[in-house]
């Protein structure tokens, strides 16, 4: 069975502080994906990063940056400088291959970002 | 970029009545989704669909749902009879053999 924990409810920051977002999976699957994923206010589910199992460097994208530490089985979100429009729920997923084939994405529960200004 | 296209936006109905839930996922794309998500609370999975035919589908996908891919490019969502408690969210998502997925913008059903 899958499972993502995002630990953290809700984080609230100031402006151009930088912020971590954690998430622990767990998995028996020895092939599998990470995702990141932001839903703004409006509701839409907006892609950030995916992750193969295999490929465990750090990613940088702009003031974001992911850290994927398998021995910890943790693939947390960062941050940096953090804006007001950064403010929204992020979900951490995880999907496995399933007998049918296809990855099937298992979300966290959110965690729920504001910045204020 | 190529996006995975959902209408209506937002949907109200009354209790007990069918809704059709549109989706066109993206053109060269083999894996369909749809997932669901209740106010304030986490995404569900639904159902997978690959090869004309149900792949996986939770528990939550009972007797009322159905899917269906009518032609070559819509994907829908059917809600037999709906409940308050089906007042959600509504994700579709495609993905390609081995991609990552692409979600659509959602519809919102709002059960009355």
């Known amino acids: 069975a899958q499972k993502v924990t995002q630990a953290q409810t809700e984080i609230s920051v100031v402006e151009k502080e930088d912020v971590t977002l954690d998430c622990v999976y767990e998995t028996r699957d020895t092939t599998y994906y990470l995702f990141w994923y932001k839903q703004p206010p409006s509701g839409e589910l907006v892609f950030l990063i995916r992750?193969?199992?295999?490929?465990?460097q750090n990613e940088i994208s702009g003031r974001y940056s992911w850290n994927f530490q398998k021995s910890t089985s943790s693939f947390n979100f960062t941050i940096t400088a953090s804006q007001v429009v950064d403010s929204a729920v992020y979900f951490c997923a995880l999907s496995g291959a399933t007998s049918g084939g296809s990855y099937i994405p298992t979300f966290g529960r959110g965690t729920s970002l504001i910045v204020h200004p | 970029e190529p996006e995975v296209t959902q209408t209506p936006s937002h949907q109200v109905t009354q209790m007990g009545q069918e809704v059709i839930l549109r989706c066109v996922p993206i053109?060269?794309?083999?894996?369909f989704y749809w997932y669901r998500q209740i106010l304030g609370q986490k995404v569900e999975f639904l159902v997978s669909f690959y090869n004309n035919e149900i792949s996986e589908k939770s528990e939550i996908f009972d007797d009322q749902f159905s899917v269906e891919r009518p032609d070559g490019s819509n994907f829908t969502l059917k809600i037999r009879s709906t409940k308050l408690e089906d007042s959600a969210m509504y994700f579709c998502?495609?993905?390609?053999?081995?991609?990552?997925?692409?979600f659509g913008s959602g519809t919102r059903l709002t059960v009355v």
């Open positions: 992750r193969n199992s295999f490929d465990e």
């Open positions: 053109s060269n794309h083999l894996y």
């Open positions: 998502a495609s993905s390609g053999q081995g991609d990552g997925y692409t």
